[in-house]
T-cell receptor, first 111, second 117 residues
Framework: GEDVEQSLFLSVREGDSSVINCTYT??????LYWYKQEPGAGLQLLTY?????DMKQDQRLTVLLNKKDKHLSLRIADTQTGDSAIYFC???????????FGGGTRVLVKP | GAVVSQHPSWVICKSGTSVKIECRSL??????MFWYRQFPKQSLMLMAT?????????EQGVEKDKFLINHASLTLSTLTVTSAHPEDSSFYIC?????????????FGPGTRLTVL
């Protein structure tokens, strides 16, 4: 079945850039997503990228997709303390609406 | 737009009782809703997919008689945990989507924390 993997933890200083990486196995994925989860809350959709795109930028967020290597990354520019959260990548199966989530990367932003 | 609510946000119940959790899409009609559970410091595990007016599709290993899902309208899905036991304690999150979204994205509710004593 599909598998999505992320590193567990990332520590970054306020003002620096953060890069969160994700790998997936399903080559037929249509869309890939980045969600943010703050403690005790649901998931907030940050951005998504269609599988035929290489890059998408949205304000401080830049998504890079290497479809050949099945590698997805999220770069957060000028990281702020409010960016501290767990970030999940997810892929959408080719048929249907089901998402497969990675294990989440806990990002800690230090002042 | 694309707001999904859940009620209650937290619930504590005694072992053996049933608990109902509601998921509502507030500003759009959701053709499909999903129910997930999340254990502490873990990822989301999909429990079932629910389409309005039809039976839910459960993931492997999820007991459909224990986790009853009803999707009676395009804006409301309910999850009932029947005869709850302490091992059912978890964070339950719903999401909703609709056909025609450019990115096929799911919008998530804020979650319901269930504690079974």
């Amino acid at each position: 079945g599909e598998d999505v993997e992320q590193s567990l933890f990332l520590s970054v200083r306020e003002g620096d850039s953060s890069v969160i990486n994700c790998t997936y196995t399903d080559s037929s994925s249509t869309y890939l997503y980045w969600y943010k989860q703050e403690p005790g809350a649901g998931l907030q959709l940050l951005t998504y990228i269609f599988s035929n795109m290489d890059m998408k930028q949205d304000q401080r967020l830049t998504v890079l997709l290497n479809k050949k290597d099945k590698h997805l990354s999220l770069r957060i520019a000028d990281t702020q303390t409010g960016d501290s959260a767990i970030y999940f990548c997810a892929e959408k199966e080719a048929a249907g609406n089901k998402l497969t989530f990675g294990g989440g990367t806990r990002v800690l932003v230090k002042p | 737009g694309a707001v999904v609510s859940q009620h209650p946000s937290w619930v504590i119940c005694k072992s053996g009782t049933s608990v109902k959790i509601e998921c509502r899409s507030l500003d759009f009609q959701a053709t499909t809703m999903f129910w997930y559970r999340q254990f502490p410091k873990q990822s989301l595990m999909l429990m079932a997919t629910s389409n309005e007016g039809s039976k839910a599709t459960y993931e492997q290993g999820v007991e459909k008689d224990k986790f009853l899902i009803n999707h009676a309208s395009l804006t409301l899905s309910t999850l009932t945990v029947t005869s709850a036991h302490p091992e059912d304690s978890s964070f339950y999150i719903c999401s909703a989507t609709r056909n025609g979204l450019a990115g096929g994205e799911q919008f998530f509710g804020p979650g319901t924390r269930l504690t079974v004593l």
